[in-house]
């Protein structure tokens, strides 16, 4: 499968603990984003990197989250001191350089569910 | 703010029958809108978008600046279109910025035999 990959697909975690996503993009796709989605919800954007640089992140990303894509290639989110309200599905999202104006398909992984007890 | 908004949460139909799944956004300036379907046991992937103005499986949308909407349509349902649906919006221009999606609540079609 030559898609974005995201492991592990399920995650069970207590409270307070610290949790690590990975995910693996499309090979070459030098833009990479995260999203989160709650129980009926659309996805709802975290951060955004181009290479190795974080450019952009959401206000819903607070100080206990932090993303990391050292090589411009993987990227992981870590979640410290998990909480109840960060259960949700996390979907990671891969992309081309645009040649243009115009957007560039976000290929998305199919996700990693976090159950926080 | 920018806002996607997809009033129906859940819509049902019988097969052949027409289906409508609407959108309605809210942005300043001037979106670029797509239409995304996840099928059961499947990843988020990307159905139509409105630039392109083709169908895809059928379904066909247009963007109707006026009433801010991005419906989706097809004439004959098919039992196979059962899925989830999101419309997403993400800003024009930004060539080097962040190409983030804004998604709706999304809607549940269920294609009735």
């Known amino acids: 499968d030559t898609g974005v990959s995201q492991d592990p697909r399920h995650k069970i975690t207590k409270r307070g603990q610290n949790v690590t996503f990975r995910c693996d993009p499309i090979?070459?796709?030098?833009?990479l984003y995260w999203y989160r989605q709650t129980l009926g919800q659309g996805p709802e954007f975290l951060t955004y990197?181009?290479?190795?640089?974080?450019?952009?992140k959401s206000r819903l990303l607070s100080d206990r989250f932090s993303a990391e894509r050292p090589k411009g290639s993987f990227s992981t989110l870590e979640i410290q001191r998990t909480e109840q309200g960060d259960s949700a599905m996390y979907l990671c999202?891969?992309?081309?350089?645009?040649?243009?104006?115009?957007?560039?398909?976000?290929?998305f992984g199919p996700g990693t569910r976090l159950t926080v007890l | 703010a920018q806002r996607v908004t997809q009033p129906e949460k859940l819509l049902s139909v019988f097969k052949g029958a027409p289906v409508e799944l609407k959108c309605n956004y809210s942005?300043?300036?001037?979106?670029?809108l797509f239409w995304y379907v996840q099928y059961s046991r499947q990843r988020l992937q990307l159905l139509l978008r409105?630039?392109s103005r083709e169908s895809i499986k059928g379904f066909t949308a247009d963007l109707n600046k006026g009433e801010t909407s991005f419906h989706l349509k097809k004439p004959f349902a098919q039992e196979e279109d059962s899925a989830m649906y999101y419309c997403?919006?993400?800003?024009?221009?930004?060539?080097?910025?962040?190409?983030?999606?804004?998604f709706g609540q999304g809607t549940r079609l269920t294609i009735n035999p």
């Open positions: 999202a891969s992309s081309a350089r645009p040649t243009g104006f115009w957007y560039n398909e976000q290929f």
């Open positions: 090979s070459e796709h030098n833009r």
């Open positions: 990197f181009q290479n190795e640089a974080q450019l952009e």
């Open positions: 942005y300043s300036g001037s979106p670029e």
């Open positions: 409105h630039i």
């Open positions: 997403a919006l993400r800003e024009v221009g930004e060539i080097q910025g962040a190409q983030k999606l804004v």
